[in-house]
Structure formats: structure tokens, C-alpha cells
T-cell receptor, first 113, second 113 residues
Framework: ELKVEQNPLFLSMQEGKNYTIYCNYS?????LYWYRQDPGKSLESLFV?????AVKQEGRLMASLDTKARLSTLHITAAVHDLSATYFC?????????????FGAGTILRVKS | ETGVTQTPRHLVMGMTNKKSLKCEQH?????MYWYKQSAKKPLELMFV???????ENNSVPSRFSPECPNSSHLFLHLHTLQPEDSALYLC????????????FGPGTRLLVL
């Protein structure tokens, strides 16, 4: 059974600081997704990582994937208040009929000014 | 309408009621999903439909009954629910392809009394 673990589960950081969220998973997969969820809102897709060594960046967020270590990271550079949200990683178990995603518990990020 | 829409956004029901949740996707996708998000557990996949055919039932109790009349619409029929079924129910859709990013609707916040 695929298990996905995120840490930390809660992160309070100052504006301007850097930090990394980790996502570990238990079985082989080469599909890793990062989503953002604002309070009371739905999930917004941030990144899709499809191969070992994949790195994607958007603004102050950068995601990477190491399939051998079964680890993805979401790095936050020079945090700003607008990044406050819950971040989820999800691991894909691809099949012909849709993509079964297993989500981590989420990391609640609070950026303090 | 664009993206993935869900109605109603909020629902309060008694344990003996019957209600239905509706999801519609305007993205031309061929796969649709129901997820449950509760405070105590990570986001859980409930059902997967591909081209209107159910391809995944993640051990969901029979008091939840999905229906997919076409590739754009997905329903979740609810009957004799329990208080522990109170949660945010999210619908998502995707195009079966290499990337298969799932796009989520805003969710229905369900309270079972």
C-alpha cells in the first residue's frame, strides 16, 4: 500500500526566510504532484514532476523529485505573506483508467510579517 | 462556467435524508473523481470514473452511491449518512495522458446531524 508522508505538518516562518517541505513516499512512482489549498478554497495545481531529477520553479517556489530516494521537496525562497496556505504533495499510481492519487497530510504554512 | 463546478457548496442533512451532490467539468476531460477531505484524515480518493465507467471504488460504504451519466457530469447520491461522514467533498477531473493533472472543484461542505 502506497503511503505518503509530509513534513513538517505545520510551518511558521518569517517573511524573507527560506524553507523546505519534504514529501516521502513508500513505493515506486514517477509521478509527483504539488497542490496548494487556501482556507475554504479548493486545491490548485502547482507542479507536476514526471521523472527522476525533475525540477520545476514558479516564482518563489521550486519543486524537485528524486525517485530513487522516493523523495520530493518544495523549497520556498524569501517567503512572503501571500504564500500562506496548505501545501499537499500527491503521488500518482498511473493506470489506463484515470490516475489514482495518494495525498500526504498537508503542510500548513504561515508566513509572518 | 469554466473549470470544475460543484453544487451545492454547503449542505446540512439529517441521518435519514437523501441528497445528491453534483459536479460538472467544462474542460473536456475523460476522467472524473470524488474525494473526501476531513479534518482527521488526508484527502481520500473515493471513486474514479473514466469515460462514464467506474474504474475505482476505494472501499467506500454503500451509503455513498456515485453516478456518471456522461463524461462531463458526476453525482454523489447520499443516504442514511452518519455524523462521521461530515467533510468537504471534492470533485476533480483529468485527461488521461502522461501528465494527468487533476483539476479540482470548489467542494461541497457537508454536515450530517
Amino acid at each position: 500500500e502506497l503511503k505518503v508522508e509530509q513534513n513538517p505538518l505545520f510551518l511558521s516562518m518569517q517573511e524573507g526566510k527560506n524553507y523546505t517541505i519534504y514529501c516521502n513516499y513508500s513505493t515506486t512512482s514517477d509521478r509527483l504532484y504539488w497542490y496548494r489549498q487556501d482556507p475554504g478554497k479548493s486545491l490548485e495545481s502547482l507542479f507536476v514532476l514526471l521523472s527522476n531529477g525533475a525540477v520545476k520553479q514558479e516564482g518563489r517556489l521550486m519543486a524537485s523529485l528524486d525517485t530513487k530516494a522516493r523523495l520530493s521537496t518544495l523549497h520556498i525562497t524569501a517567503a512572503v505573506h501571500d504564500l500562506s496556505a496548505t501545501y499537499f504533495c500527491a503521488v500518482g499510481q498511473p493506470g489506463y483508467y484515470g490516475n489514482k492519487l495518494v495525498f500526504g497530510a498537508g503542510t500548513i504554512l504561515r508566513v509572518k510579517s | 462556467e469554466t473549470g470544475v463546478t460543484q453544487t451545492p457548496r454547503h449542505l446540512v442533512m439529517g441521518m435519514t435524508n437523501k441528497k445528491s451532490l453534483k459536479c460538472e467539468q467544462h474542460l473536456g476531460h475523460n476522467a472524473m473523481y470524488w474525494y473526501k477531505q476531513s479534518a482527521k484524515k488526508p484527502l481520500e480518493l473515493m471513486f474514479v470514473y473514466n469515460f462514464k465507467e467506474q474504474t475505482e471504488n476505494n472501499s467506500v460504504p454503500s451509503r455513498f452511491s456515485p453516478e456518471c451519466p456522461n463524461s462531463s457530469h458526476l453525482f454523489l447520491h447520499l443516504h442514511t449518512l452518519q455524523p462521521e461522514d461530515s467533510a468537504l467533498y471534492l470533485c476533480a477531473s483529468s485527461q488521461v495522458s502522461l501528465q494527468e493533472t487533476q483539476y479540482f472543484g470548489p467542494g461541497t461542505r457537508l454536515l450530517v446531524l
